[in-house]
């Protein structure tokens, strides 16, 4: 079966619990973008994203008179998301106006208009609310928990948040965004240093007054979302990290690339797509007086924004102190995964793993284990396409689906475990990472494919309740030592274990095993 119909497959079979769908369109002053949904057992799973690029923020003038040419470009693209949503109850569709909208003075206009072509309300939203909403979406997609600061750079407004988990404690929304400040700053697309110094002071003040408060409050971790910090990501991805932190010192550099150039039209870097060219610039301004006022030493990228906080809002069960168990758990349900063998799989790794203590990166071995106990939980969600191949289809899956609260590294070393929990090990084939070293990624392999084996028989009576990992300091020689006789009254292990050690002997590892007498 080509990998491209695997998932379409197992997403077809019938889940445990009810299905409701769901559709979040945010209706933003550069783009329109909807996003089409399901819940599944307390999860939700992505059908569709649609996005069009209507700068409705373009056709604001300096009344705040949204003309006829914007208003035309917004309706066009509603009558296309309606196309999509025919048949949806209005109680399962949550659509948001924000900046250009809720400037505009004829904002009637386009409600009237809208209302011909698209049959669900549009509530306009205030900006305070707007850096709620983004802040759920954000809390709702991204693993880290604690203090968060969450800055949004939009078409026509920055939101600035600040929270613990899921609760916001301050936010705010400052009427500058990339496509207002390109029509102000930089006219017909002119790139100067003046330009955009201009951009810069402005931008700095509009945010001077709320430095003092937000920095009282502090932060364990700064994210940012939407589309100028996306870009922005990309770019640096593209051209200096892999890993896309932004940081200071790489948004002056890309300042640096940036007024090399007279004009947006001239503007060629790797990761930037020329739709956002016009819009890179002044976003690139914004962002940088934000790190300089905040005093921000570095911002990760976050999927989540206003539309996945809206999405969420739909279902009152969501808020949960832990997202990867939501999404775990929701695979679980949705791939009927025999949880029984998950945990009793589960249980064999942490075992396993808590004696384990080469780490070559010891710094991040707690984000290690849990994506190696998750990978233990998930291991078998590709047997509902067939058992043979098990492992490659479970990869493709946890590689390819949403999976909320793991960022894309994560994601990835989660499919590379599953990848390798069974049958010839080649390491030549793991997945490259830039975070995890290749030293760990097979350590934590290595646990896998054990805690498996060590559950082989599945409902098999003998438990396992101690077993000694000692490992050497050259990761190469592992053994393991169990209690009372197990190896001798569990023969389909033993049998596994002599198999596993010759695949581990044929790329230069060894694994012995004794029975404690």
Not at 438 to 453: G, S
Request: charged share 25%.
């Amino acid at each position: 079966m080509n990998n491209e119909n695997l998932i379409v497959k197992a997403a077809s079979l019938p889940p445990r619990g009810e299905v409701r769908e769901i559709a979040a369109i945010d209706l933003g002053s550069n783009s329109f973008h909807m996003i089409v949904a399901r819940i599944v057992n307390g999860s939700i799973q992505i059908l569709s994203r649609l996005k069009q690029k209507v700068q409705l923020a373009e056709g604001l003038d300096e009344n705040n008179i949204l003309n006829q040419a914007a208003i035309q470009r917004g309706v066009n693209c509603l009558a296309l998301f309606a196309e999509r949503l025919q048949g949806f109850d209005p109680e399962n569709v949550n659509v948001v106006g924000t900046y250009t909208l809720r400037c505009a003075v004829n904002n009637q206009e386009f409600l009237r208009q809208a209302k011909a072509v698209f049959p669900y309300p549009i509530n306009i939203i205030t900006g305070k609310t707007e850096a709620k909403t983004i802040y759920a979406g954000v809390s709702h997609t991204q693993p880290e928990m604690g203090r968060k600061f969450v800055i949004d750079i939009g078409g026509g407004s920055t939101e600035m948040i600040i929270g613990d988990n899921f609760t916001p404690l301050i936010a705010e929304s400052r009427h500058m965004g990339c496509v207002s400040f390109a029509k102000r700053f930089f006219p017909n697309g002119e790139i100067s240093f003046e330009n955009f110094q201009r951009a810069k002071q402005e931008a700095v003040s509009k945010i001077d007054d709320l430095v003092f408060e937000y920095q009282q409050l502090g932060w364990d971790a700064v994210l940012g979302s939407s589309g100028t910090i996306k870009t922005v990501y990309q770019v640096i991805m593209a051209n200096i990290d892999p890993n896309g932190i932004i940081t200071t010192e790489r948004i002056n550099e890309l300042i640096d690339v940036t007024l090399k150039v007279t004009h947006f039209d001239e503007l060629k870097l790797a990761g930037l797509n020329e739709e956002r060219a016009d819009v890179f610039v002044p976003g690139l301004a914004i962002l940088s007086a934000v790190f300089e006022k905040f005093a921000i030493k570095q911002m990760h990228y976050s999927d989540g924004a206003l539309r996945e906080g809206v999405m969420y809002s739909l279902e009152k069960d969501f808020q949960v102190s832990n997202i990867r168990q939501r999404t775990a758990f929701g695979l679980a349900e949705q791939f009927n995964i025999d949880q029984a063998q998950a945990e009793r799989t589960y249980q064999s790794a942490k075992l396993l793993c808590e004696q384990y203590g080469y780490w070559k990166k010891a710094e991040l071995r707690e984000e290690m284990m849990e994506l190696l106990l998750w990978a233990a939980r998930l291991h078998e969600v590709g047997i509902v396409i067939n058992h043979k191949g098990m492992q490659k289809h479970s990869a493709y899956i946890l590689q390819n689906m949403e999976l909320p609260g793991f960022d894309k590294e994560q994601q990835r070393l989660l499919a590379t475990l599953v990848r390798f929990q069974t049958h010839i090990l080649k390491t030549n084939d793991f997945n490259k990472f830039v975070r995890y070293a290749p030293e760990d990624i097979l350590a934590l392999v290595r646990i896998l494919r054990l805690a498996i084996i060590l559950n082989k028989s599945r409902q098999a009576t003998e438990k396992i309740s101690n077993v000694i990992l000692e490992t050497e300091q050259d990761f190469h020689s592992w053994t393991l030592t169990f209690a009372n006789h197990y190896l001798a009254n569990t023969p389909l292990v033993h049998n596994e274990l002599k198999g596993e050690a010759r695949i581990l002997s044929e790329i230069g590892l060894e694994l012995r095993f004794y029975d404690l007498s």
